[in-house]
């Protein structure tokens, strides 16, 4: 019966098609993406704009500013424009696989910041005409991450 199978059993027979769900219980980076992480000050959102440094890796518009701030890890923002997408439901989308390609990818980043001991504000902006796939924004994601350190270096 099912009920006789052992944990480590289970969890192989559940995750066999999709090996980057298994669950890693010693992982030491957390795939979370919490309150901390959002960029929600207007101050600071302002100060983003105003005076920071930007590059466009398509369809990306990476905004950035390093900040005075010791928080332990980067504050980000998505914003997809309205011009080009009527619908919120589109925006909505948009914005939510942004924020999973980060959420997935960001110990890349993390590494890099808490050896430099930099703390930043990241915006970022989606440049695209139509709707993207996933693989897009995380291929793009990846390579802002890149472009991040070498600017940063």
């Known amino acids: 019966m099912y009920w006789d199978l052992d944990l480590d059993k289970f969890v ?14 010693n992982r030491s980076e957390s795939f979370s993406f919490e309150k901390g992480e959002r960029l929600c000050s ?25 900040t005075d701030d010791k928080g332990e890890f980067p504050s980000i923002m998505c914003t997809v424009p309205k011009r080009r997408f009527k619908r919120a439901v ?11 390609s980060y959420r997935l990818n960001k110990s890349l980043l993390f590494e890099f910041l808490k050896e430099k001991g930099y703390t930043l504000n990241i915006a970022f902006i989606f440049l695209g005409e139509e709707l993207p796939k996933y693989q897009l924004l995380e291929q793009s994601m990846n390579k802002a991450f890149v472009k991040l350190k070498e600017k940063l270096s």
């Open 90 to 100: 589109d925006r909505n989308r948009i914005k939510r696989l942004i924020r999973e």
């Open 42 to 66: 207007k101050k600071e959102i302002e100060a983003l704009f105003s005076s920071g440094k930007g590059f466009i890796v398509y369809p990306l518009r990476v905004v950035y500013l390093v």
């Open 12 to 25: 192989q027979f559940c995750f066999v098609n999709n090996p980057m769900t298994v669950p890693d219980i």
